[in-house]
């Protein structure tokens, strides 16, 4: 099989071509089924609908191609890696200190993304104020990437889409992708999800990350659907969507254990994380010494 758009050869299953970055699918179905209707200039029409769902669209096998470059995804879903193999000249850009390792003729590059006001937002976000830029120079190389914690990373094939992502849970991406820092809302500050979320636009390959494994939630259209804003990860950017408490009245809420949550509206999908990092910092925080412990949690007799 060929690329429609640069006659490049492609690998079985492909939804990219590697040379050009033409979205395969789209190409091949847009040719089979020809121009949908016609004017009476000999054009044809576009009967997109602006707020159906796309869906989210990641490879079974979690391996597929991008603009210049292929991918995999290995050790799912506890400890996940991103390979990622960039052609000669070829770049990907990723959260700062997402680097696990790389070839050796591979250039990082670290900037501030949109400027001050930019790295602003992103570290009011609880991002990196830089983004790093991986290049493979004077031929191809190879570059793995891995999020902070344990968990699974999943391999989204953007097909000019837009979908909203939880700042924390971005890892990297495509270089044509243009990536936003937009607010979230006061409650979801409260929330314990950071004041900001990221609008992640365009074509071409976005990796996200989770704590624990990623469950992928597909919502019908008029289907409203409750999730803990701890416990998202990314969904499609046409979905509506509303901060609330989780029960009615504020003792419930507190009696419940649960914050404020998320109130999704479809149609759309939605990908959520089977953990929660503030609860599992919670539940962890009684193993840790305190202030008044003077630095130690032990208590040694040297007498």
Same mark, same amino acid.
């Given at each position: 099989?060929?690329?429609?758009?640069?006659?490049? =050869?492609?690998?079985?299953?492909?939804? /990219?071509?590697?040379?050009?970055?033409?979205?395969?699918?789209?190409?091949? =179905?847009?040719?089979?089924?020809?121009?949908?209707?016609?004017?009476?200039?000999?054009?044809?029409?576009?009967?997109? %609908?602006? =707020?159906?769902?796309?869906?989210?669209?990641?490879?079974?096998?979690?391996? *597929?191609?991008?603009?210049?470059?292929? @991918?995999?995804?290995?050790?799912?879903?506890? @400890?996940?890696?991103? %390979?990622?193999?960039?052609?000669?000249?070829?770049?990907?850009? +990723?959260?700062?200190?997402?680097?696990?390792?790389?070839?050796?003729?591979?250039?990082?590059?670290?900037?501030?993304?949109?400027?001050? %006001?930019?790295?602003?937002?992103?570290? %009011? !976000?609880?991002?990196?104020? /830089?983004?790093?830029?991986?290049?493979?120079?004077?031929?191809?190389?190879?570059?793995?990437?891995?999020?902070?914690?344990?968990?699974?990373?999943? +391999?989204?094939?953007?097909?000019?889409?837009?979908?909203?992502?939880?700042?924390?849970? @971005?890892?990297?991406?495509?270089?044509?992708?243009?990536?936003?820092?937009?607010?979230?809302?006061?409650?979801?500050?409260?929330?314990?999800? *950071?004041?900001?979320?990221?609008?992640?636009?365009?074509?071409?390959?976005?990796?996200?990350?989770?704590? !624990? +494994?990623?469950h992928r939630k597909t919502?019908?259209?008029?289907?409203? @659907?409750?999730?803990?804003?701890?416990?998202?990860?990314?969904?499609?950017?046409?979905?509506?969507?509303?901060?609330?408490?989780?029960?009615?009245? /504020?003792?419930?809420?507190?009696?419940?254990?649960?914050?404020i949550v998320s109130e999704?509206?479809?149609?759309?999908?939605?990908?959520?994380?089977?953990?929660?990092?503030?609860?599992?910092?919670?539940?962890?925080?009684?193993?840790?010494?305190?202030? !008044?412990?003077?630095?130690?949690? /032990?208590?040694?007799?040297?007498?």
């Amino acid at each position: 099989m060929n690329c429609p758009n640069c006659n490049a =050869n492609l690998i079985d299953g492909a939804q /990219f071509c590697g040379a050009c970055g033409t979205p395969i699918k789209a190409a091949t =179905n847009a040719q089979a089924s020809g121009p949908s209707s016609s004017n009476p200039n000999g054009g044809s029409q576009s009967h997109s %609908v602006p =707020n159906q769902s796309q869906g989210i669209h990641i490879d079974a096998d979690s391996r *597929g191609q991008g603009r210049g470059y292929s @991918y995999e995804v290995l050790h799912q879903p506890s @400890y996940a890696l991103a %390979v990622l193999h960039l052609g000669a000249e070829q770049s990907i850009q +990723a959260e700062a200190g997402a680097m696990v390792s790389m070839s050796a003729n591979i250039e990082l590059q670290s900037q501030m993304k949109g400027g001050l %006001v930019g790295a602003f937002k992103r570290a %009011v !976000g609880g991002e990196s104020a /830089f983004v790093s830029t991986f290049t493979a120079r004077g031929g191809a190389g190879e570059v793995t990437l891995a999020p902070g914690g344990p968990g699974d990373v999943a +391999a989204i094939e953007m097909n000019n889409q837009t979908f909203f992502v939880q700042s924390s849970s @971005y890892l990297a991406g495509d270089t044509s992708l243009v990536v936003n820092t937009k607010w979230g809302g006061a409650k979801s500050f409260f929330g314990g999800e *950071g004041l900001f979320v990221l609008q992640v636009q365009g074509t071409g390959l976005l990796l996200v990350s989770s704590f !624990g +494994a990623i469950h992928r939630k597909t919502l019908q259209a008029g289907e409203h @659907y409750v999730v803990d804003t701890g416990h998202l990860v990314a969904w499609e950017g046409q979905m509506q969507y509303q901060l609330r408490k989780a029960a009615s009245g /504020f003792f419930r809420t507190m009696v419940s254990g649960e914050g404020i949550v998320s109130e999704f509206m479809g149609p759309g999908e939605i990908l959520i994380q089977t953990r929660n990092l503030a609860a599992f910092a919670g539940l962890m925080k009684p193993f840790f010494p305190s202030q !008044g412990s003077g630095g130690s949690g /032990f208590n040694v007799d040297l007498g």
